[in-house]
């Protein structure tokens, strides 16, 4: 048996350097390593369509301008978020932002003084509310909506642009570049909040979950090949895994996604989906019998910039889509 050694990996100031050789040592730190890689592979891959999971909450973390730069960049065509990344997105580009606050606190003082936390940041529950009350304005000017999700979320980030122009949001970025986000638990958050006000003054609006798995397992039939980020776990993730299985029900020749990445910090021996190990998945038929696939067991506000910035510093370009 021949063997390839371990290397020592050399401190770089070079992201793009320092993930690559991480590559080759041991453990999670080899495991973020192999995802860079992975994740360049989909990035060169003419013929794939990068779908990202995103859950927890990341924008309040302080991932949003990484999530902006692999938009912009091309690095995914698809997001399934859930509601509170979107929400809490929105209310940065209305210029309502999360504060550095610290997790040992006395709950009960923040809650008399309107302090909302999330761990170790927070935010000014007055300033939800407002945000929950400009959703709830922008439902009145299209009363009578029904669709999916993403055709909602296309629409309000084109509003949001326009009605505040000095905002800078991934809900913005995404309507402008035409790439679609899916939140299939919409209700599960402050936007559903503020549906349910909008609902309250007489507005009818129906957002149409089933269409939002129609929709998007018709992206992945049309795809041909996909892969697959999750920055987390949760709705998201088996949202995107489900669309192989819908899409073979239907005849498509969904053989299972090609590439597979997740970070992830739940673990797989409690059962639930979120630590689900890719392996399992083949046995679904979510991720092909040959898909090229890493989990790296990290804190995602770890890995994601790292990652983000490895990917950059690369130079990659995304292919030209085939045919």
Known sequence: MTLDPTTPVRPTSDTALLLSRMSRTGFQGRKLGESAEVWKQMIQDPGVTIL?????????????????????????????????????????????????GHHHVDDTDLFSRGIDR??????????????????????????????SSAAFIQDLGSWLARQYPAGRSLTATCARLGVPVFIPALCDSSIGIGLVIARRRG?????????DADEITSLVEQAGRTGVVYIGGGVPKNF??????????????????????????????????SGCTFEEAISWGKESCTCRKVQCF???????????????????????KSG
Do not use: W
């Open 240 to 273: 995107i895994q489900q669309t192989q299985v819908i899409g073979s029900i239907h005849a498509s020749e969904c053989d299972g996604h090609e590439y597979a990445i997740q970070y992830t910090t739940d673990t797989p021996h409690f059962g639930g989906l």
């Open 118 to 147: 999330i761990y170790d940041v927070f935010a000014f529950e007055d300033q939800f509310r407002e945000v929950d009350n400009v959703i709830a304005e922008y439902a009145a000017g299209v009363s009578g909506f029904t669709g």
């Open 52 to 100: 990202l999971g995103l859950s927890g909450a990341m924008i309040p973390a302080g991932m949003q301008e990484c999530l902006i730069e692999l938009v912009e960049r091309r690095f995914v065509d698809v997001i399934v978020s859930t509601g509170a990344n979107i929400f809490h997105d929105i209310c940065e580009h209305c210029g309502k932002h999360h504060y550095l």
């Open 203 to 211: 507005v009818d609006i129906l957002v149409d979950q089933i269409c």
């Open 298 to 320: 990290c804190d995602a506000t770890i890995a994601l910039p790292l990652v983000t910035s490895a990917l950059i510093g690369s130079g990659v370009i995304r292919a030209e």
